[in-house]
Every structure is written in C-alpha cells, then in structure tokens.
C-alpha cells in the first residue's frame, strides 16, 4: 500500500481526511475566510462560540459561508476564564449546533492566554462526563496532558508558543516527550505556528495533527498560506512515517568508493 494511503487521523471514533484543522478568525470576511477554509484543505474548523454568530439567521452567519458536507465544526470556548465559563459555553454551542464536539479552552492569564490548567482539567472531567467529546488546548507539560487524558480528553492539544504569536516550536524536547507519552488519543498542536516550515516540524516531532488560524488569516496572501499549510503539514506527516536518517558529526560519502578507477 502506497504511503499515505492508510493514514487518516481518527478523533474519538471519526475519520478525518486532512491533519490540518484551521480556525475561522481574523479574516478579513466570511468570503475570505471560506476560500482558505477550502485551500488549506482542513476537514474541520473552529469556531469561537461566545464572538462569532452561528444561531442568529437573520444575521450575517459563518456558517452560511461554509461548505458543511466538507468540513466539521468544532465549536470552541474562547475567551472563557473559568471553568464554569467554558462548561456553560459548551452546554450553549452543543444545544445550538447539536454538536457534542468542543474545543475547551480555560484561559488562565490574559496576557499570554496560557490555559489555567486546573480549571481545564475540571471542566474536561464534567464535559466528558455529559458526554462531550473534548479536545482541550493545554501547555506542553506531560503531567498535565496525561491527567486530561484520564479525565476523558478524547485529544491533547499542545501549545508550540503563546496563541497568535507566530513564533514557532519553542519546546520541541517537550513535545517529542508528549508524543512518545500520549498513545491512546491523538496529539494536536495548537497555537504558535507562524510559518509553513514550523507546521512541517511539528509533524515531524510526530504530532497528528496541527490546529492554526492566525499564521494563515495575518499573513500578507491568506489565501497562498493556506495552501503552503496544506502541504507543509502533508510534507511533515510523510516525513516522520518515512524515518529521517541518523545525524552524523562527519560526512559520509554519498556514493560508494568501491569500484572507483584506480581505487586499490
């Protein structure tokens, strides 16, 4: 079977074509917004329930602008600071959307957006328990990620750097120990990614997928970085199920010196 061709990202039971998931803000339209949705190729987008209307018909809705027989919604709990914030958000998006999916978001310091990891873990354990299927964006610390995953976390959702600020894998020892203690659900990394060759090192860490939104809407051709992510994750997810080459101090010839005329 040809590389690749088996290879599908599975989150609590359900196949997902692309390992890219994009987020729908910062685009300077819905239209804008829709076309890199589909250049980048994502099967499944978010959505910040508490800022963008998704219930409201008689307004302008980002829905409208979507293809829904191609990509999922997941329905996120930005800008939420407290546990019970989030619980309450998530109840909201799930009744209006009739979606048990969600994005959990516990945001515990406002300058930075790191997540308050405790508020996080509590409400992963009574979203699980209702029955949600939660993928919580945490730091990129093994304990905390391991006590979601007994929590019921269906994915682990790993930040690279702080949201939105562009600056690439800042811990890539951290998440090459995430990747070889997180084995019975997926590992997304979410936030930090600014560029197409960050998103390629993260899936050559052995992330199974990537979640951004700012790298593609800030950029100055949204639309061309959409299409860069879609390969540069593809080219990334290939390279670390094909196993890079041991690193040497010294060289070593690239072709044989058996042979060679006048070699003795």
Known sequence: MALGTDDTLRIAG???????????GKYASFEQTARCVALSGAAMVTVAVRRVNIT???????LDYLDLKQVAILPNTAGCYT?????R???????????????LEVIGDQATLFPDTQGLLEATRVLAAEGFTVLPYTNDDVVVALRLVDAGAAAVMPLAAPIGSGLGIQNAAN???????????????DAGVGCAS???RAMELGADGILMNTA??????????AVAMKLAVEAGRRGYRAGRMAARLYASASSPVEGLVGKV
């Open 89 to 103: 958000t998530a109840r909201l998006a799930r009744e209006a959307l009739d979606n048990p999916w969600i994005k």
């Open 56 to 62: 409201d018909r008689g307004r302008d809705n980002l």
């Open 216 to 225: 593609i809407a800030a950029a100055a051709e949204p639309e061309e970085m």
């Open 175 to 189: 998440l090459r120990i995430l990747r070889e203690r997180i084995t019975s659900v997926p590992l997304i990394v």
């Open 83 to 87: 546990a019970e914030e989030a619980i």
């Open 14 to 24: 359900r196949e997902f074509a692309s390992r890219l998931l994009v987020g729908t």
């Open 198 to 200: 960050d998103a390629t």
